[in-house]
């Protein structure tokens, strides 16, 4: 049985690393030349950790196949591969997960497509979508590295872009259980929050940054007329509060600071310094009523390939609801797309993703569920408060704003460039012409 197969190879996995001896499959050998092609330029131990786990992936996968035919055999193969893909994540499996992932990120985004097939055949598609969501940043890392590299060889980025090309389909085809953008509701007038802290954070003399010396008028002042409007605080920040790593990880920070002091707003509100808010009669009451949010503690927007962390609001008050998340995520190590992925692997491990508790109680119970966010999670379409400029959307297969839509976010638009600025300065001007 796969159970059996999946301790042995969990207990290989660890106890291998520094062995570089024995056999190596052919099968492996290909598997690693193809999608970890750079290996051999760092140290061996890495090279014996992929060969390891991925001798250990095909055992399973053979032990799946064997499988096949007995009742239970979907759920039982996702719980095995999920239990496998967990331990890999927690580092368990003989490097920590940013080495694992670092140094063959191909192969990793295509474990989680693997889990995702799984899922899927196990009729929990949002079990699948969720993972490759999760997955996503890591192709994504595989697909610009093969593409940046200096004289990187046609083979490897045919190869991945195919891959990249198949895992964008799969999360395409798996769009049908996002969540549904719904017409806006007006609060009733009891509901106001009384006290809503917004921030943003623009720093232009981070080197590098995609805000070098630039300037933010524009964006502060759409944010504080909005802010106004609603009677809510709103400051915006020059500095990131971690001055020595890049300032898009400032940003859980800024929430923290807040949210944990003597005296936390109700909530807290975030615009990234790209982000206009561009109807400004739509107010945070309204998204809560709008979207039932009343009980999240982090609410953020989700598109095709994942969450977007430019916008989001986190419930404070004296039970600092929101709090805990956040510390949490700011321990998470899958800083591989700065904030944005920390606080999806903590999303992920707060709502089961790996399904520790759901492989438990179909072993005990027989019962098995697929996947949702914590209740504590609002997850929202990108209608309701974060959606992308023409070009981006088109790109990405995300959605773009229209004039009357809420927030406009001019995600992968860098406002350095003049196109882009000169977009968001048209669209800013607009705004105030419209109010
Ligand atoms: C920003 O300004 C500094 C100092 O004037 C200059 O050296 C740098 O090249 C500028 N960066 C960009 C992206 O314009
Ligand atoms: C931006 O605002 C500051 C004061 O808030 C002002 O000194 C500066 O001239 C403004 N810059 C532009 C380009 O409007
Ligand atoms: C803002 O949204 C509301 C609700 O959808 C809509 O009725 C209104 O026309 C919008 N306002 C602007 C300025 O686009």
Known sequence: MAWGVLRLVL???????????????????????????????????????????????????????????????EIRALCVQLAFLRSIVKGQAGLPFPQAVNSCPTLMAIYFEWASGLAERAHQPRRARALMQLGAPLQLMALSRAMMRPGESKQVKDTQSTVSTQYAEKLQKLKGTAPPSVPWLRSKPGSRISRVAVRSLCDANYQGGNLENGTFNVTEKNHRSYAEKWGYDYEMLFRSPLSDQEPQFGK???????????????????????????????????????????????????????INSGIFLVKGGAERHGLRFLRAAMTSDWRFVWDQTMLLDQMARDSDLYADDMCYQWRTTGASHDFDWAPHFGVVPQQALNLYGQGSALQWGASAWQRGDFILHLAGCPLVELPCLQAFEEIAQWVEESH
């Open 252 to 306: 859980l920070q800024v929430a923290i600071d807040l949210l944990g002091s003597d005296d936390p707003p109700d909530y807290f509100f975030w615009l990234d310094c790209d982000a206009l808010v561009t109807n400004r009669s739509i107010s945070l009451e309204d998204l809560l009523e709008t979207y039932q949010l009343h009980a999240a503690h982090f609410v953020v927007a989700e598109e095709v390939s994942g």
């Open 11 to 73: 207990q290989l996995l660890p106890a291998a690393l520094g062995d570089a001896g024995g056999e190596v499959d052919e099968e492996v050998r290909g598997a690693m030349s193809t999608f970890c092609p750079h290996l051999d330029e760092i140290p061996d131990m890495f090279t014996t950790f992929w060969q390891r786990l991925h001798s250990a992936v095909l055992q399973l996968e053979r032990e799946f196949a064997l499988d096949a035919q007995a009742p239970g055999y």
